[in-house]
């Protein structure tokens, strides 16, 4: 999604062993299987088509960031463990059962028999100490990699014998096997010279042979043509069978194809040549949603996922000196705090996403429901209580009417956004049109979306900015980069060796503290404190989380998805079509 960062990103207790090709009836969906809740009886064969905004750069699940290369990299690959995108907890995958340490910080992980890659070969507890190896090589940059250093040292993985594997954190790490969702295990008999020449960074192109981008998950590539489709094809070796043991998955084929825009994706699934759409806008999915022939699609509205878009004031101590008084305003919490009370989040919620986003009081969506403060509410759109916030904060206005701080200097700022985004410049406008009839003049600055982020991460040259951020897990670490104040991502001051206010220093303790306490509700508990800090003193100015908004042809079956990306293809392998539609 052009404009949106990714972030990646109670203890379980274990599944018992499963024999070789063990069907995995522990998840919610495998259950309902078995119950026969589904009113059509899975069918074998089909080719699923889905379409693409942008192209798939790569095969590599070592250097994949943009979603939709992810995306068609999760039909090839598996993991050790992995999240149920219908109730998100954690299950066995490539594993067949995991026990934790007392302790919180060995993990023994064992693999399930008999499981083999794409192209028939066995898979065994040497692919896994590599594909680790390969996840922490600092030669390969993986975005993953950070996600392997707990305590400041990298996770210890070695073998315990020939199907177990023990993973040896520094110090606990609450919902620590929620990592292992995050990593898919790869082949070191065809990785393997490529990892030794210290080039597979660089390996599994577009350009590479199919069958040499060999995986463990339902499908594996047949054809791909650069710019136009993606074909990939049943797995006949994936370890997975249904309530029924037959092997999964049902469908023949995916095909992904290249449509640049949400317009043409839109025409293609009304004519039927694409089977799926995701992150649809508002508009588009209403009037798909209202079609003449309603029974050719499922139109679902998720609610809101883990997005969150906001903005935020530069408090970054380097930049202190380019920025002289305003950031004596924007420091002020009691500023920031009217300024909030300023801004209509349900106009931004009714024109900016058509009614289908909620309005943020912090960075947690009404989507993340375990994790969310239910005692928070969001903040009132108030010009009284904004005018009267500021007028606390040492602020009056002159003559005209525009707000002045202390010494008679008129408040005005940059608001920075990006170029071709419609809904950040409209919610742009919005903002500035809301703070005007406070007094506050804003000025709307618009750059390419590389120069953007350049200017808020490097330069750190801007007043305030809008912003998006989508973390990868319901669970609170993938926040750290956000909330700590030396994380990479604490994007209202960034730079700090230490917490600058005792505030930040707070919210430093408490992550660090739910980070090793694996009691969860005392975790929940800690966190519930750090998003009433964070509505306090409002370094982010929440401002709306956009429903997640899918569809389907009418006649794919077990279509469920999720508010975790991938979305709608979490399941690719239990999806089919019905006898009398399938293509």
Known sequence: MKGVLRLRGSRLVAFCAAPAFATLLVAPWAAALAAGEYRVAPRRGGRLVVSVRSEVKHFNPLTAIDQPTRTVQSLLHADLLRIDRTDLEIYPNVASEWDVSDDGRTYTITLREGVRFSDGHLLSVEDVLFSFRAYLDERVHSPQRDLLIVGGEPIRVEKLDERRVTFELARPYAAGERLFDSFHVLPEHILGDSFERGDVASAWGVLTEPKQLVGLGPFRVKEVVAGERIVVERNPYYFKLDASSNSLPYLDEVVFVSTPTEEAEVLRFRAGDVHIVERLSAENFDALAADDSPSRFQMLDLGPGLEYHFFFFNLSPATGETLGARQSWFKNAGFRRAVANAVDKQAIVDLVFGGRATPLATHVTTGNKHWLNRELGVEPYSVSAAKRGLRESGFRWDGEGRLV???????????????????????????????DQVGIRVRIATLEFRAYVARIFDTRDHDAALMALVSGDTDPNPQLSVLMSDGGTHVWRLGQDAPHTSWEAEIDRLMQQQLVTLDGRRRKELYDRVQAIMLEYQPIIGLASPHILVGADNELKNFRPGILPPYTLWNADELFFSQASAP
């Open 405 to 435: 701080d202390e010494s008679g200097a008129r408040v005005e700022f940059s608001l920075l956004t990006n170029a071709g985004n419609r809904k950040r410049a409209m919610m742009a406008s919005l903002i500035q049109a809301d703070l």
